[in-house]
């Protein structure tokens, strides 16, 4: 369903201030008054304002993900946040300018926002207290979410190969499923987590549940599945691994598909880097050419991605293949797939243990040119409830 307009309402609180924090958001359509998505998460400890500026960014990303052309306005009850916001007041606290930038960075051009009494918020007030709680964790999305069954049909389902004056394509396509690991520790407490030269933590149990998950849904096209490649970080293996047990294959190596490598922001939190590191990040954040000290640009990861996706094709052609990956090399497949430039990766969200599929086509004249289609993005299989968590975790 496309939105014209959308509400979001954030809210997010600390007991103890600092203390144990956590947001709530909620997406809405601005005519109807329907919930689209919502979500509340902890974030450890940390202060209200703190709490109350990730709940505007996680409303944000819903909107992001959930309506991208929508008109956006956000209602708050924090005087400060949307004063801030809204270019009123000056933002002095050193906490405050990155989470206010990366607002910015993510609200659309011409997002309005408007201080509402703490009576009208309760819904946003409800998330986060149910998180604080732990009877809650992560996005709901209200509606259908792709299950087993649309899965199997859209992969059983011939693929249509993108046409623009190109050529039939020759053969069979390869479709490529990709898959993202399952949940870490970085991930749950959002920090940087890059490639082979990272501290590389594990599958915590909720990842590895979410990656049997991901297994069990894809088993029913076991029998068209032709090989299980991963990434040679430890989650991507971990998680490679529990998926090709439940498809009956062994797991495959490719150094092309490891996650962007971060340097000496491995292991920190955004605002850890921000604090550290900020003229590193002030430089980084939208750019495609900077790389983190030590670290690796989008540039050159762009690079060795499609590198790998060359000897996939080139091993693997015709066939059907699941890829265990990171956000940023799938995010980069999917921008190149549907021709898009590299910094279409700015505004894509991706789960964990999310499901990805893209199918290649071989045209051309000369039978070499490749083409892609995007069939599926970030879709959960059933009983995964990962919130959406786009950033490098």
């Known amino acids: 369903m496309t939105h014209r307009s959308v509400l979001i309402e954030a809210d997010g609180g600390s007991r103890g201030n600092p203390g144990p924090a956590a947001y709530g958001a909620v997406l809405k359509d601005a005519e109807t008054g329907e919930v689209i998505a919502e979500e509340g998460t902890t974030i450890g400890v940390a202060t209200n304002n703190v709490a109350e500026y990730s709940g505007l960014i996680a409303g944000l990303r819903l909107a992001e993900q959930y309506a991208p052309d929508a008109e956006v306005e956000v209602r708050m009850d924090s005087k ?141 096209l076991a029998s068209s599945v032709g090989a299980v490649v991963s990434s040679p970080v430890r989650r991507t293996l971990e998680t490679a691994e529990i998926v090709a047990d439940l498809l009956e294959q062994n797991v495959e190596v490719e150094h092309g598909f490891a996650e962007m490598e971060f340097g000496a922001w491995d292991g920190k939190t955004f605002l850890e880097v921000a604090e550290q590191h900020p003229d590193e990040l002030d430089a980084w954040l939208g750019s495609l050419d900077v790389a983190p000290g030590g670290g690796e640009s989008f540039r050159v990861v762009e690079k060795r991605v499609l590198d790998g996706l060359q000897r996939l094709l080139d091993e693997h052609g015709g066939k059907t293949v699941v890829v265990v990956s990171h956000v940023t090399p799938i995010k980069t497949l999917v921008a190149h797939a549907v021709e898009a430039p590299l910094s279409a990766v700015f505004r894509m969200e991706l789960s964990p243990a999310s499901v990805t599929v893209l199918s290649f086509f071989r045209g051309g004249k000369d039978g070499t040119e490749d083409r892609a289609s995007l069939r599926m993005y970030n879709a959960l299989p059933p009983g995964n409830d990962a919130f959406s968590q786009g950033g490098p975790w």
């Open 80 to 220: 400060l946040v949307v004063e801030q916001m809204s270019g009123r007041w000056k933002i002095k606290h050193p906490d405050m300018k990155p989470l206010a930038m990366e607002a910015s960075r993510l609200a659309p051009f011409g997002t309005t926002y408007t201080w509402v009494p703490r009576e009208r918020n309760r819904h946003a007030d409800r998330l986060a207290n149910e998180a604080l709680d732990g009877t809650r964790s992560g996005v709901t999305v209200v509606g259908e979410n792709p299950g087993a069954d649309s899965l199997i049909e859209e992969l059983e389902s011939p693929a249509e190969a993108p046409r623009r004056g190109w050529a039939a394509p020759a053969g069979e396509p390869t479709t490529v499923i990709l898959v993202r690991h399952g949940v870490t520790t970085h991930t749950l407490e959002k920090r940087f987590s890059g490639g082979l030269a990272s501290a590389n933590p594990g599958l915590d149990e909720e990842g590895r549940a979410q990656a049997r998950a991901v297994g069990a849904w894809l088993a029913p």
